[in-house]
Each structure stands twice: as structure tokens, then as C-alpha cells.
């Protein structure tokens, strides 16, 4: 997995490819996190386009991002949501408690 | 051996990324189709993670071992380890809610899988993790025939 | 278990596209360049396939198991059958040329591994083939620490 | 592996998919000599754009076709070969034995 973060002081985009799963999902956790919590942004977008794979510990990570989000006040979106990511999400039945674009463009204007 | 394809892994959650790609192309092997395909790597996936963060307390010492099967209309993965016992059958598994941020691997193995069994063999914690399937999967073919070199 | 990954599949070609699955995401998980990936995702495969051809005769009934590992700068793959004996350093084995149709595997074998090793043990031929790295692949972490949970 | 056929008076283009391999070969095999032998193809091409392996049964296979098309004064003619195929032909001392274009369009015009 492979995470890029694109920065501004609007917003911060965090890009990630590949599979966030037990071995990936700690650093994605903390990635995520750091935005909220040190950087203090109040819009984090995670774009998940190139994401084919997430586990439960990676659904555990964005809980905590959109938790830790709510008590700042920030929004927290995800974006180019794939397939088999949705798939989980609704199966965990967190589909409508995120919220989610289709693309970063969707996301920044709404 | 029970399945046609077996595999063991340090357990170490670097081999995990390996683990599902078996699953996968053992799925795209006996003609599961895509969408249950995923389903099912994802259900495999968490029992083993859970083995290795839990059975194992994440020492990355250890191993585990995943067989693949297919049995007319019966898919069948078995999940084995050495570690802390420990039947999933034992806990309740109430539908995850969104506060909440761990406890949503054993509540996805079940709610994916048609049967999760378990026994404890000897040293080991042994789970079984079933999918009926709409059609036959197309046979393993144990033995079924010759391949000529040519 | 001398490596970190082990898989065994039943003597059939179908699951040859799996257990090169197998290889090449060993690789990648400890570093291996995509170039050197491909080769030696070849050599590992035309070992399997020569058990299932001639170890075995086409037998599908049977098992063929390989285990992975890497040690500092070696990278080994080691093939193990319980087929008819054959040892590969036995047979001579000339550059190929372009009327013949087959044989072609024993050499690939040889251009690609630095090492090709054979032993009979027990009932079993085993085959070690191995590739020093460049450079040391990244540590293959047995027993080297802790993952947490969250 | 998936194969398709295309076939006109002038050439034949056997366009493969996937691996080739001790599994897949036999197939692959017999379509290529069915055109020389049975239908007697003058100008056989086989487009590997979509094959990211070939073992040394595919190899063979090819062989096979090259000696086959030699014998009733053919072409045989590969294309689109992909840098895995291509290597193992290199390794196998092919890579000059063989007709190789980049592309159908290639091969047709030359
Ligand atoms: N293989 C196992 N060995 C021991 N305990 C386990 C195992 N699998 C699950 N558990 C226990 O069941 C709990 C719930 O598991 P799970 O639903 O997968 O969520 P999580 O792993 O995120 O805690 C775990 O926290 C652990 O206490
Ligand atoms: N695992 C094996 N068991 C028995 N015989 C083998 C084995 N591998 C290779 N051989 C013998 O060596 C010969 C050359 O093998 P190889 O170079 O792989 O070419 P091919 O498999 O196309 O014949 C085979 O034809 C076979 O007689």
C-alpha cells in the first residue's frame, strides 16, 4: 500500500493504492489521524480509487477517522469508492454513515 | 490433505496480501463467480488476521494454515493453528455499529459464509468455513484423469 | 518449515497458475525486482510442471508441495514430490535449438537459478533451487517481533 | 487463457488471452496446427498482446506451429509480444528464430 497526501489549507487529500489490510491498515490509521488530530485540517478526503481491497482493521481506521472528525468538527469523505471496498462497507452496514463522492472534483464541491 | 490446495504462512500479516491471492485464483479455478469470489477472500482474510492478532498475540514467529476445497456444491476452507484456543462459535457476534471500531471480523466471516464450524484437534484450533454454492463448482478432478506431457 | 510460505496443491495443471500467484507475490513482498520476479516465477513454474509431467506421468491424484524462503541474499525455492526418482544434475542439458519441440524446462531452470540442488529424501525428490540477490532482500521477520491488534 | 480466431481467404490471427502454460497449451496447440494442417493457412499471426506468460509448452507450441508453417512454405508470425513472453524466447534462443512484429497491422503490411 502506498499512501500520498495532497495538502492545502482547505482541505487534505489522502490518496491511497493497493490493499489496506492488517499490514497496510497502521499506517493508513495513523496517515489519517495526524490530519485530524495534529494538523487540525477540517476536510480530509480519502480517495480509495486505487483501493481493490479493505479489511476489517481498514474499516476500523476510517471509524476512527470519521469519529475523531465529528468531535472537531470536520468533515470526512471517501471518494472512488471500488466494488469490493463498497461491498464491505455496506456489509459492516456503514455504507450511509460515511460520506461518500465519487471523485475528489464531487467531494471539494459539495 | 482435504483440499486440492494448501498453504501455510508465517504469521506474520505481510504473507496476508499472498494468502488472498490463493483464495482468489482458487475461487477463479473452480468457476466461483467474481462478486462471491470477493465476498469470500474478505471472510478467509479476517480468520486469518484473527489468528494472527489474537490465537497468536501477534507473535510473528508462528504459522498458519489455509486449505481450499470443493465438494460437489460445498466450498470448503480450513483454517488451522497452534495458538490460544478459541472457539468462534463460543461468542456473540451482534451486528457491528459504527462507534464501535474493531469487532467486525467475526461478524463478516459469519454473515458471508453459509457455516463456520469448529474443533479443537489436538494442538490445534481448526475452523471451517463453508459456502453452498448456486451450481457445482467445476470438479476438482483428484484423480480424475491423466495430462500428457507432449 | 524451511521458508516462510509453503503451498501444496494437487498434481494438476489447473493450479499451476495459482502457485505461480504463489511465487510472484513472494517476491514482491520481499523486494524482488519485477525483471528478476518474472524469471524466477518461470523457473519454479517449469519445476512443478516437470513433476507433473514425469514425476507423476499425469498422474492428478497426486501432490506436489513448494516452500519459499529467503535467507540474507539467498532466495530458495524448494520442490518436493514423492514421484519417480529423478535427479535433474544427472542429466545433461543443452542449449535448446529451434527443431525441438520439447525440452526446454530443465534449461530455463538452469539459466535463471545461480543454484539447482537435489536430494532424495524418504520417499521424496526434493529440489532446491536458488538465486543470490543483489542486494539482501528485506528480512523475512521469523520471530522478529510483535504486530499489534488495535 | 481465452482464444479467438479471426479467419479471411488472405491470413489467419489467433489472438490469445492469459497464460499459456502446461495447463492452457494443449489448446492453444491444436488451434494453431488445425490452420496450417487442416486449413491449409498460408499466412498464420499470432497476436500474444494479451499474454503476460508463456511457459515452455508454449514455447513448444510455437515451435511446433514455426516448423509446421516451414514445411507447406507459410508465414508464421507472432506479435505483441510482452517483455515476460519475449524474455523467454531471448532465454530459449528464439527470439531471432521467430517473425516478430509489434502489431497485426504490422505483420500485414509486411
Ligand atoms: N482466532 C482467535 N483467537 C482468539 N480470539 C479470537 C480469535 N478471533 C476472534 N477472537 C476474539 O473475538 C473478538 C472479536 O473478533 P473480531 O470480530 O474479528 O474483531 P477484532 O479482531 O477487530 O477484535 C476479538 O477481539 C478476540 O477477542
Ligand atoms: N521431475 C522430473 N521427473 C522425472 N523426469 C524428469 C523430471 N524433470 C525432467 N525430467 C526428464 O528430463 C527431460 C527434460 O526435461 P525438460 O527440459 O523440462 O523438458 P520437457 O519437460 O519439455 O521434456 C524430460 O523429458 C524428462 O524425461
New interface residues.
Given amino acids: 500500500m502506498d499512501i500520498n497526501v495532497k495538502r492545502d489549507a482547505a482541505r487534505s487529500i489522502v490518496e491511497v493504492a493497493g490493499d489496506i489490510d492488517l499490514y497496510s491498515s497502521p499506517a493508513f490509521r495513523e496517515t489519517v489521524l495526524d490530519l485530524l488530530k495534529k494538523r487540525g485540517q477540517k476536510n480530509v478526503i480519502v480517495n480509495l480509487s486505487n483501493v481493490d481491497y479493505i479489511d476489517s482493521s481498514g474499516v476500523a481506521s476510517l471509524v476512527e477517522g470519521l469519529q475523531e472528525a465529528r468531535k472537531r468538527s470536520a468533515r470526512f469523505m471517501l471518494v472512488g469508492l471500488k466494488e469490493g471496498p463498497r461491498r464491505v462497507l455496506e456489509l459492516t452496514l456503514l455504507l450511509n454513515v460515511f460520506e461518500i463522492h465519487s471523485t475528489e472534483e464531487d467531494a471539494l464541491q459539495s | 490433505?482435504p483440499g486440492?490446495?494448501?498453504?501455510?504462512?508465517?504469521s506474520?500479516?505481510?504473507?496476508?496480501?499472498?494468502a488472498?491471492?490463493?483464495v482468489q485464483?482458487?475461487c477463479v479455478?473452480v468457476d466461483i463467480a467474481d462478486?462471491q469470489t470477493?465476498?469470500i477472500?474478505?471472510a478467509v482474510?479476517?480468520a486469518l488476521?484473527n489468528v494472527?492478532?489474537?490465537a497468536y498475540?501477534?507473535?510473528?514467529?508462528r504459522?498458519v494454515s489455509l486449505s481450499c476445497g470443493v465438494h460437489d456444491k460445498e466450498l470448503e476452507f480450513e483454517i488451522r493453528d497452534q495458538g490460544f484456543p478459541f472457539n468462534p462459535l463460543d461468542r456473540d457476534v451482534p451486528?457491528?455499529?459504527?462507534?464501535?471500531?474493531?469487532g467486525?471480523?467475526l461478524?463478516?466471516i459469519r454473515?458471508?459464509m453459509d457455516r463456520v464450524e469448529y474443533r479443537r484437534d489436538g494442538g490445534s484450533n481448526c475452523i471451517r468455513l463453508s459456502k453452498t454454492l448456486d451450481a457445482p463448482a467445476r470438479p476438482?478432478?483428484?484423480?480424475?484423469?491423466?495430462?500428457?506431457?507432449?
Wanted: hydrophobic content about 30%; glycine content about 12%; overall charge positive.
Fill in positions: 490433505m486440492e490446495v494448501e498453504i501455510t504462512i508465517a506474520h500479516p505481510r504473507w496476508l496480501r499472498l488472498r491471492s490463493v485464483d482458487f479455478a462478486r470477493q465476498s477472500v474478505t482474510d479476517e488476521s494472527m492478532k489474537h498475540g501477534g507473535d510473528h514467529s504459522f451486528p457491528p455499529n459504527e462507534l464501535r471500531s474493531g467486525r471480523g461478524y463478516l454473515t458471508i476438482a478432478q483428484r484423480g480424475a484423469g491423466k495430462t500428457n506431457g507432449h
